[in-house]
Each structure stands twice: as C-alpha cells, then as structure tokens.
C-alpha cells in the first residue's frame, strides 16, 4: 500500500492563483482530512470528509474547499490564494474503528507571494 | 470546546538524558489520547495511542506514555533520548463521536545533542 499520496510536494503561488492540492488514500478510508500546519501553531483541521459526498468544515476552512466524489481522493482547492494561506498542508485519512488513528500523507509545502 | 496544551515549545537534551514532554487537555467525557511525531522533512508518524485499560502506554522506539485522569494529563516519557529522536512531537485528542476528529496541541521540538 502506498497509503496517503500528496501531490505537489512544493508549489509557489502569486496572490490570486488558484490551486488543487491533490490527495489519494489506497487503504478504503471512510474518514479524510485537511489540515494546514503553520510554525508553532501545530496542526489545524481546515476540512474533513465521513465518506464519498459528505464534507465539512473544521476550524479554518475560509478560503479553501473541497470534494469527495470518491472514498479514494479529497481534493483541496484554494481558490483566490492569499498570502495568509502559506503553510504546509497535510492530508490524513481513518477508518472508524477501535483504533481511531490518522495516517498523514508527506506533505504540500505551499508559498503565496 | 476541546482544547490540548503543550507547556514545552522547544526541549534541548544531550543524549542519554530523560525526557519528559508535558500534554494537558481539557474535555470532560471519554477521550482518546494520542502523541505523534514528526521527524525533520518528514510526516507525521503515531508514537503512541491511549483509548482504555492500562494508562502507561507503550510506543514505538522507547517512549511511553501515562494517562493522568484526574489532571487530564498525557505526558510523553522517554528514559533515554537519542540524536536520532531529534523531531517535533505533537499531542492530540479526540473526543470520539461520528467524525474523529484530532485536536492537536502547538508541538514542541525536541533537538537532541550528540
């Protein structure tokens, strides 16, 4: 299994492009994730999914949406970036059991000048 | 809401030393604990987990865990660090329920001294 998959690894944006952060999970995960992690704030939840069609927003999610037309892929797309949207944005995924445990995927590191 | 606190930002060690790494939460029903960490350049990896029985819990290259209830601690334990564990750890709860969602404390960055 390759487990959590992020691609780009690095992107460098100008204010105003838009982006699609792609993440893939091949363990059938019902439960994905978006965080973004910034230096000395650890990890904030900006979107997270229960399954294929249902989303929700976690405690950041201004400026950024996603899509879950499969169990294997949860797109973040940030539409008008902005310099406040550096960061580094992980992808997790779970399966809803006794075990509860996220596996994180590499990483986007993403730059808005 | 859910809350975790991380009193140590930045933790510097020679190795051999003992480590100890403060996580504090604050949610009143059953919760699951969790310690993650993250190595230079890399993703987060699960440490250790804690959702019931024994509150020592044991993780993956040395470290253990107690989980406190009365003091809503989740304090990380290592009795002899390495260069090599040399990362940022992050503490993290969940309060259960339908979505599993993490909440994670600051970190703190550990840099171990050889």
């Known amino acids: 299994n390759a487990g959590v998959t992020q691609t780009p690894k690095f992107r460098i944006l100008k204010i105003g492009q838009s982006m699609t952060l792609q993440c893939t999970q091949d363990m059938n995960h019902n439960y994905m994730y978006w965080y973004r992690q910034d230096p000395g704030m650890g990890l904030k939840l900006i979107y997270y999914s229960v399954g294929a069609g249902i989303t929700d927003k976690g405690e950041v999610p201004n400026g950024y949406n996603v899509s879950r037309s499969t169990t294997e892929d949860f797109p973040l797309r940030l539409e008008l970036a902005a310099p406040s949207q550096t960061s580094v944005y992980f992808c997790?995924?779970?399966?809803?059991?006794?075990?509860?445990?996220?596996?994180f995927g590499p990483g986007t590191r993403l730059t808005v000048t | 809401a859910q809350s975790v606190s991380q009193h140590n930002h930045h933790v510097i060690l020679s190795e051999a030393a003992s480590l100890e790494l403060g996580c504090n939460y604050s949610?009143?029903?059953?919760?699951?604990l969790f310690w993650y960490v993250q190595y230079p350049g890399q993703h987060l990896q699960l440490l250790l987990k804690?959702?019931?029985?024994?509150?020592l819990v044991k993780g993956i290259k040395g470290f253990e865990a107690e989980f406190i209830k009365s003091k809503f601690s989740f304090n990380l334990r290592k009795p002899s660090v390495q260069w090599s564990d040399t990362a940022e750890y992050f503490c993290a709860v969940n309060g259960g329920g339908a979505t599993n969602k993490l909440i994670f404390g600051t970190g703190t960055l550990l840099a171990v001294q050889p």
């Open positions: 997790a995924s779970s399966y809803l059991s006794d075990s509860y445990e996220q596996y």
């Open positions: 804690y959702f019931s029985g024994d509150p």
């Open positions: 949610y009143g029903g059953t919760v699951n």
